[in-house]
């Protein structure tokens, strides 16, 4: 049972384009959603994160849009850079753990 | 400096063979975390320790087991182990339930 679903798989964008990265999930009573950031041989680092009583959080080029009345959110990584090339991981918060999602791998070509 | 260790970064065993895993961390937290990561399947969390001797289960603890004598310091054990546990294992570490965790460089797994 996926209680927290990211779409697509993999992503290419060309660099200086938006990505976006899409998550739903099922259970209304996740409050908090982190979105962790993962590059190749290294462990998942919180990138950004957005509460249920906001609609929206920026940070610098990352954006996070969320729908509560749908259970759906997005990231979206504006002026994207080769550097953001990772897999990136939507969470939701239920009860005393984190929920992964699992993971949309973004290549960004120069 | 805030960091999460993992030892061995790379660990290669025979099927039935016990494996240790090691996870330190410098912040003090009270909670840490093991996770397993698959490709296609995300991370998955196998044990959370509160604290010190308070250990719950996860989504798939079946095959493993953990311990944590000090709060720095928690371990994963496998006894026995088996092909199906070849892996990446994350160790985590955070100040409370589920808010912002940090995450060791992972330990890669072979079963044979």
């Known amino acids: 049972q996926q209680q927290v679903r990211q779409s697509p798989q993999s992503l290419t964008v060309w660099e200086g384009e938006t990505a976006i990265l899409n998550c739903s999930y099922e259970?209304?009573?996740?409050?908090?959603f982190p979105w962790y950031q993962q590059f190749p041989g290294e462990g998942p680092a919180l990138l950004i994160s957005?509460?249920?009583?906001?609609d929206k959080k920026e940070d610098g080029r990352f954006t996070i849009f969320f729908n509560k009345r749908e259970k759906k959110l997005s990231l979206h990584i504006t002026d994207s850079q080769p550097g953001d090339s990772a897999t990136y991981f939507c969470?939701?918060?239920?009860?005393?753990?984190?929920?992964f999602g699992t993971g949309t791998t973004v290549s960004v070509s120069p | 400096d805030m960091k999460v260790t993992q030892m061995p970064r790379y660990l290669i065993k025979r099927m039935g063979e016990n494996v240790l895993l090691e996870c330190g961390q410098d912040?003090?937290?009270?909670?840490m975390y093991w996770y397993r990561q698959d490709p296609g399947l995300g991370l998955q969390l196998i044990y959370i320790?509160?604290?010190?001797?308070?250990?719950s289960e996860g989504d798939i603890p079946k095959g493993y087991r953990v311990s944590r004598k000090k709060r720095e310091h928690f371990s994963l054990i496998l006894d026995s182990a088996k092909t199906n546990q070849t892996s990446v294992y994350f160790c985590?570490?955070?100040?409370?339930?589920?808010?912002?965790?940090?995450f060791g460089p992972g330990t890669r797994l072979t079963v044979l």
């Open positions: 985590a570490s955070s100040w409370d339930w589920g808010v912002e965790q940090y």
């Open positions: 259970d209304s009573t996740f409050n908090y």
């Open positions: 957005i509460s249920s009583v906001s």
């Open positions: 969470a939701a918060k239920g009860g005393r753990a984190l929920i």
């Open positions: 912040m003090s937290h009270e909670t």
């Open positions: 320790s509160y604290d010190v001797d308070s250990n």
